[in-house]
């Protein structure tokens, strides 16, 4: 089979396109048949080597992808071959055409989602869900502020907090994103590249400020942030490229917490509660995975430098 293999930490161009064996399922494990995988911002940290949970060379990365069922090991009852899913995580990679996974990081892909969609479920869908409900408890009518709402997290999160009755306000960096922000349900959205842009929701919150907030960037924005979150409100840190700065006297007028998040500390209880509210989601149409670009497989650099680089707007996802 086809697959992206990287043999040393660097760049996107350390990725490269080659030939490997086929996986064979074990006892409890399940061969999927990739017809799209998802890229994250975590596949390009473990590429360049600066995650904090660096992968053993040569690896293939990725995790999201959406597929059918090849073949199945001794022991798996809860799919069979040609079954449609999509994976939480693989043991191979699913950068590839075909990517081993234990049985338990396989899932069911309803009709009305396509292979490109079940592409950006779990990690995007998966990280939202956790820190909207799991790290911030975020309740029906309070207010949330969603940095970098064009993304994939941030698409997941606006659905997930419109369709739980939150009021949302979301910021992207273009038109485009903004509009996208806006067709996902959110009821406000801000451009975060216009200087002061934050100065408008004391308007937008009765001057109550926010009562949960989403950061994707928080060397950037959490000195800021902590300046308009609501008395008792819960920030959450999704991402952050950088070391930061804060004025601790913020936190302690607002009693504030500042809770960090990262997908892969979630707790088996948390795993089927997500997986359960998602597919419930999904099958009901209220969330709907929002595919922005489609790339060959062999343009997995190009993807990361896309990611990396460029204004959010919704998944990328290649096609083997």
Same mark, same amino acid.
């Given at each position: 089979m086809k697959a992206i293999r990287v043999h040393e930490f660097g760049p996107p161009e350390v990725m490269t396109l080659a030939e490997t064996a086929d996986p064979r399922p074990g006892p409890g494990q399940v061969v999927v048949r990739v017809k799209a995988t998802g890229v994250n911002p975590t596949d390009a940290y473990s590429r360049s080597g600066a995650y904090g949970r660096r992968p053993v060379l040569p690896?293939?990365?990725?995790?999201?992808?959406?597929?059918?069922?090849?073949? =199945?090991?001794?022991g798996v009852t809860r799919v069979k071959? !040609?079954?449609?899913?999509?994976?939480? !995580? @693989?043991i191979s990679g699913a950068y590839a055409e075909l990517a081993l996974c234990d049985e338990g990081q396989v899932h069911p892909l309803p009709e009305n989602v396509t &292979?490109?969609?079940?592409?950006g479920i779990y990690i995007p869908y998966g990280t939202a869900y956790r820190a909207l409900f799991k790290r911030a408890q975020a309740r029906p009518a309070e207010t949330v502020l969603v940095h970098g709402a064009s993304g994939g997290v941030g698409t997941a999160a606006v659905q997930l907090a419109h369709a739980a009755g939150l009021t949302v306000i979301g910021t992207a960096g273009s038109e485009r994103g903004r509009r996208l922000v806006r067709e996902q349900g959110a009821d406000h959205v801000l451009d975060h590249r216009t200087p002061g842009y934050l100065?408008?929701?004391?308007? $937008?919150?009765?001057?109550?400020?926010?009562?949960v907030l989403l950061e994707m960037l928080a060397n950037v924005n959490l000195d800021k942030d902590l300046q308009v979150v609501a008395p008792g409100?819960?920030?959450?840190? #999704?991402?952050s490229r950088g070391r930061v700065e804060i004025t601790p006297r913020d936190i302690m007028w607002s009693q504030a917490t500042? $809770? !960090?998040? @990262?997908?892969?500390?979630?707790?088996?209880?948390?795993? =089927?509660? #997500? &997986?359960? =509210? $998602?597919?419930?989601? $999904?099958?009901?149409?209220?969330l709907r995975p929002v595919v922005g670009e489609e790339m060959p497989l062999a343009e997995a650099p190009r993807a990361h430098h896309? #990611?990396?680089?460029s204004p959010a707007y919704g998944k990328i996802v290649l096609i083997p």
């Open positions: 690896f293939t990365p990725g995790s999201d992808a959406g597929g059918l069922v090849e073949s =199945a090991g001794e071959a !040609g079954d449609r899913v999509y994976t939480s !995580g @693989t &292979f490109s969609q079940g592409a100065d408008q929701l004391p308007a $937008l919150t009765g001057n109550r400020g926010v009562h409100g819960r920030l959450v840190v #999704i991402g500042i $809770l !960090g998040l @990262t997908l892969y500390k979630t707790t088996d209880n948390e795993k =089927a509660e #997500i &997986f359960a =509210a $998602l597919e419930a989601g $999904l099958r009901q149409g209220a896309t #990611i990396m680089e």
